[in-house]
């Protein structure tokens, strides 16, 4: 048995259906909502703009319609159009009015508000630092007493001797009221 193959033409024929609607497709179309990340986004997002792309004011559209209508009473409409445009440009040039704020009874006195609660002050924690140098006392007196003795007895060498002198400027610096 033989497997059957479609022909080539059916197996390219939805290729060939989506190439022809994306050649007819409408090639001018506009987002209307831009900076928003859309894969697809809806068609009602989505605006043909007839003539290409080209975008037209209201008052072009006026102008136009003007043109084309030639009778006195679209000239009179038209004009009136452009003297309200003409009032609005004026409008923005001018800053808007300044306006008083709050009301017009004066303010309550500041005596009279309720005030927020004042915290109470909190005495600082103890310092652990007293602590700290009780427990490096203890913890280098018994190698100063060590060497202390060795000293005495002549066994220090000059860089044992000079160890003494540090742990022992050490002691003083923790308070070690036995210290030299």
Known sequence: MTPHHAPLAHRLAPLAFLLTAAACAPSDLRDDMPGRAQAFPPTYNQTVIPGGGERRTWSQIQAEQSRADSSPGTAARSRQAKEAQQRDQDDTDRPPPKRRRG????????????????????????????????????????????????????????????????????????????AR
């Not at 004042?118 to 018994?142: E, H, N």
């Not at 060795?150 to 001797?161: E, F, V, W, Y």
């Open 103 to 178: 009301s017009s009874s004066p303010p309550p006195d500041p005596a009279a508000l309720p005030q927020p609660p004042r915290p109470i002050p909190v005495p600082p924690p103890p310092s652990s630092q007293s602590a700290t140098d009780a427990f490096k006392r203890d913890l280098i007196r018994p190698e100063v007493d060590r060497m202390r003795t060795d000293d005495a007895m002549g066994r220090l060498d000059p860089l044992g001797q000079r160890d003494l002198m540090k742990r022992e400027n050490d002691l003083r610096q923790w308070g070690d009221p036995l």
